[in-house]
């Protein structure tokens, strides 16, 4: 398996990182590559909880997200499967003095392999994976952002 990892501080406690984390509701705004939330099944965001949304036309398709693991103010563990990866997505949130340490693992199985497939993982896949997933981070600090504006406003 191959494993990405990004890792951002933002203003703010980690009840408030959470809580906008948790609000599917919100994820079309800064999950990279999510058109929509197609359904939310289960206790979300506890063990056992289905997630299932839809990418845009040239994303990923439809992609099942199930909970593996989650501990209040600490983190979700999911099982994450589209068309072309099997997958397990980590995030966790810090405290760190008056931010939030968020930080968000990937790792991924590509499900098609042939005998360049390490290679073009190593050259392009990995980079690509690291983009989406710093690309959501800076996107959702932005929300959290905009969120403690509007409860302070």
């Known amino acids: 398996m191959s494993t990405v990892t990004v890792t951002q501080t933002f203003p703010g406690s980690v009840h408030e990182a959470e809580s906008r984390w948790y609000d599917t509701g919100s994820w079309s705004k800064w999950v990279d590559g999510l058109a929509r939330v197609a359904s939310v099944s289960g206790d979300w965001p506890g063990r056992g909880a289905t997630v299932v949304w839809e990418s845009g036309p040239a994303g990923r398709g439809r992609v099942t997200e199930i ?15 589209d068309d072309s990866i099997d997958a397990r997505q980590s995030v966790t949130f810090t405290p760190q ?13 590509i499900r098609k392999r042939n005998l360049f497939t390490p290679l073009v993982d190593l050259l392009f896949i990995r980079r690509a994976m690291a983009l989406s997933l710093r690309s959501t981070l800076e996107r959702f600090g932005a929300e959290l952002a905009a969120a403690r504006r509007a409860a302070s406003g």
């Open 67 to 81: 909970v593996a693991a989650f501990e209040p103010l600490g983190g979700q563990t999911n099982d994450v499967q």
């Open 97 to 109: 003095d008056d931010s939030v340490e968020v930080q968000l693992t990937l790792e991924y199985r």
